[in-house]
């Protein structure tokens, strides 16, 4: 009994660790992917005055980074899976940056459509590698908060690009550039000198970690080991091989795409429009705009710190989940039908919603699937769901060159984040586990089995 409590106290003590040394880590890379994704959103009148981007285009060339996002997640994730993530968090951040900062020299449309092709070609891979990355370092029982904490990392990165951005923007003519030039520029420069940090700062397995002791290594080896097995008996595969793609196929990980799809429909046609809406409000400027549009940002962290909390003490994830789209949903619609003002006051409540689906819905597939197959069903469902990301800015453009107004987009957003909480009941939940296995994840968690009947 007493070996148990000091394997119990070396494992708890691990996780101590890595919250402080590692988290921390990958939240600045995720801030760097942040900027990087969302700069063109305050850039839009910029690039339409001195390049002649018009709605559309820059909607098409927003939404391009998606479609390459999509066709390279998967290659990518293979290739992680053979260098490590360390190797290959580095070489995504590092080329990321690379082509971000090709971003200030842009002349035409045909080369922002390059150029936003090949962005999300080198960015494929990064969230689905940090969340394979947290399933080899992190037991189920914490896995949900860590995850919860890095994508809390993202609406930080989304408040924090508005003001960076106005900043940079009001640098216009300094130097012989544009405003628009600093910011991509200086935002492509910082991904790649974080990438080359991250590089000797992560370590790749367990037992590279210098950071922890020796039983701290074997406590949180013997608990990732203890769960990679649970996973295999319950799949029926002990002591046999696992077809990964029988497995992609299952209905519950097309059903987790579909889901996902709306969550990124709206958090990217908010990324990318929200400056426009606020612009519509009398008075503002580049700086004003920047700092404005960080309101939905912040008001989305304060409600995914609440909602990891509900979530760690939730049977099922999946009232939360629901609740968290119809809110979405509901201040969406509202925003429609608003004045600009409070069109802004309606998306921060909406952020607050489809920002908190984000780590709600992550937690699904994380303790859901079979161990070798994460990787690639993470990969899958990401790059499908970050199709979004290609259907709303696109979708958007084309909406507002056309009418003038975002308005109908907005209707659109609300009614896909209804059809997506009703979703999420058809997918299957597993029945809590026995005793022993609740102590070995350290959490109690219900888990969901996309193979079995609820």
């Known amino acids: 009994m007493q070996s148990v409590d000091i394997a119990v106290a070396d494992l708890a003590s691990a996780m101590k660790k890595f919250f402080r040394r590692v988290l921390p880590v990958m939240l600045v890379m995720l801030v760097c992917n942040q900027l990087n994704r969302s700069n063109i959103g305050y850039a839009q009148d910029h690039l339409q005055a001195d390049v002649g981007i018009g709605a559309a285009a820059y909607g098409f060339g927003a939404g391009l980074f998606f479609i390459a996002y999509a066709i390279f997640e998967l290659p990518s994730n293979v290739m992680m899976e053979k260098y490590g993530a360390k190797i290959w968090l580095t070489r995504i951040m590092v080329s990321w940056g690379i082509v971000s900062f090709l971003m200030a020299f842009v002349q035409n449309e045909m080369m922002f459509y390059v150029l936003r092709f090949l962005l999300g070609a080198a960015e494929a891979g990064f969230f689905p590698a940090v969340i394979f990355y947290f399933a080899r370092w992190v037991p189920a029982g914490q896995r949900g908060k860590a995850t919860a904490v890095f994508i809390a990392g993202s609406s930080v990165a989304a408040a924090l690009s508005g003001p960076i951005a106005g900043m940079l923007l009001s640098l216009h003519d300094v130097f012989g550039l544009r405003g628009w030039q600093w910011l991509f520029g200086f935002e492509g420069v910082l991904s790649v000198v974080v990438g080359i940090i991250v590089f000797f700062f992560l370590d790749a397995k367990i037992q590279d970690a210098k950071w922890l002791t020796a039983a701290e290594k074997s406590a949180l080896n013997a608990t990732i080991d203890q769960e990679d097995a649970q996973h295999t008996t319950a799949n029926g595969t002990q002591g046999g091989k696992v077809n990964r793609w029988k497995m992609l196929l299952n209905p519950q990980i097309l059903l987790l795409c579909g889901i996902y799809f709306s969550v990124q429909l709206s958090i990217y046609a908010n990324t990318f429009w929200l400056p426009t809406i606020v612009k519509q409000i009398p008075g503002t400027t580049d700086l004003s705009v920047g700092f404005l549009s960080s309101i939905p940002w912040v008001c989305a962290v304060f409600a995914m710190y609440f909602a990891a909390k509900w979530q760690d003490k939730a049977k099922s994830k999946r009232p939360l989940l629901v609740a968290a789209l119809l809110v979405a949903a509901v201040g969406t619609l509202a925003a429609a039908v608003a004045t600009p003002v409070l069109a802004l006051v309606f998306l921060a409540i909406a952020a607050m919603g489809f920002k908190s689906a984000s780590p709600l819905f992550w937690t699904i597939p994380q303790s859901a699937l079979h161990p070798l197959v994460l990787a690639p069903a993470i990969a899958i469902i990401n790059s499908l769901g970050n199709l979004g990301g290609f259907v709303a800015p696109f979708g958007f453009g084309i909406i507002k060159e056309q009418t003038g107004s975002v308005v109908p987009g907005l209707f659109a957003l609300a009614a896909a984040s209804t059809v997506a909480a009703i979703l999420v009941y ?26 079995t009947a609820k």
């Open 426 to 451: 058809f997918l299957k939940e597993r029945k809590p586990a026995a005793e022993a296995t609740e102590k070995a994840s350290a959490a109690g968690t219900t888990r969901m089995e996309p193979s």
